[in-house]
């Protein structure tokens, strides 16, 4: 099934793209999406930490996948994935 996806920030330039279309499995999940494309352990250095954590922002047609399911929220035919660096200010 088809997912769009946008990047925001410093995932633009690993991707060197802000929008892209990815197919993943039918009934795939964020786990899929990503296996999809954090394909290399360098990739999945940027958002996952040493102790496996998530280090990213993902967004579900505009919802954190935390208030979901996390990793294991499963996904739709044209869904949206913002996928962002984690940002912290003052």
Not at 20 to 33: A, I, Q, T
Request: glycine share 10%; hydrophobic share 40%.
């Amino acid at each position: 099934m088809k997912i769009r996806v946008r990047f925001l920030l410093d995932f633009i330039k690993i991707f060197g793209q802000n929008t892209m279309e990815v197919r993943v499995p039918p009934n795939g999940k964020v786990s899929d999406l990503i296996d999809v494309l954090f394909d290399s352990d360098e990739k999945r250095g940027y958002i996952f930490s040493e102790n496996n954590y998530l280090k990213g922002h993902f967004l579900l047609n505009g919802v954190n996948i935390l208030g979901l399911d996390g990793l294991q929220t499963l996904l739709k035919e044209d869904d949206e994935v913002v996928i962002m660096p984690n940002m912290s200010g003052g």
